[in-house]
């Protein structure tokens, strides 16, 4: 079964307005979670990695303050979409590593900003 | 900079037929190369690699890794309709677990 849990998986929303995406670890205890991004046609994208009790780390390229990301505890880390354009939308995915084992990956978040 | 080079992008066979994905990488600190199946929705995990020469088995699916040469490959025997998916690549550094991934190769098997 699922061990990393993704919310909602679609989400329709009005440009301007802002998206919150939640990631779950369900059975296990995550400090580390991270958060992909994908257009149509194209590979995963890392855009961030989320601590637990601190900052994100960002990749290059990826807005801080556009894709706010909190680790407020060991299981849920948020992926708030700020004032989202058109352009903003896409696939979002996390994922999770679960002690030394592979990483799991949420089912994903389809944003569309109209 | 870490780079993952999958090819070829796109492969389209028929039903019973063997196809053989590549995956070549660059990366500083290498920790493991991970093969993943994405349909429609996110990647399901196939293989992870971290030793040169030993091969992973599947049913179906094997992959292996060469750290010489600084690749992988994914075979698939006996293809089926519903083997039908992006094949992505990733490779993984020793430090917290990032990963890259490559662009994937888009694979249809037609009846």
Request: aromatic fraction near 10%.
């Amino acid at each position: 079964g699922a061990v990393v849990s993704q919310h909602p998986s679609r989400v329709i929303c009005k440009s301007g307005t802002s998206v919150k995406i939640e990631c779950r670890s369900l059975d296990f205890q995550a400090t580390t979670m991270f958060w992909y991004r994908q257009f149509p046609k194209q590979s995963l994208m890392l855009m961030a990695t989320s601590n637990e009790g601190s900052k994100a780390t960002y990749e290059q390229g990826v807005e801080k303050d556009k894709f706010l990301i909190n680790h407020a505890s060991l299981t849920l880390s948020t992926l708030t979409v700020t004032s989202a354009h058109p352009e903003d939308s896409s696939f979002y995915i996390c994922s999770a590593r679960r002690g030394w084992e592979k990483l799991f990956f949420g089912s994903g978040t389809q944003l569309s900003v109209l | 900079e870490d780079k993952v080079v999958q090819s070829p992008l796109s492969l389209v066979v028929h039903e019973g037929d063997t196809v053989t994905l590549n995956c070549s990488y660059e990366v500083t600190n290498f920790r493991s190369l991970l093969w993943y199946k994405q349909e429609k929705k996110a990647p399901t995990f196939l293989f992870m690699l971290t030793s040169s020469g030993i091969e992973k088995k599947s049913g179906r699916l094997s992959s292996i890794l060469d750290k010489k040469e600084l690749f992988s490959i994914l075979n698939i025997t006996a293809t089926q309709t519903g083997d039908s998916a992006v094949y992505l690549c990733a490779v993984e550094e020793t430090s917290g677990s990032r990963l890259t991934f490559g662009e994937g190769t888009q694979l249809t098997v037609n009846p």
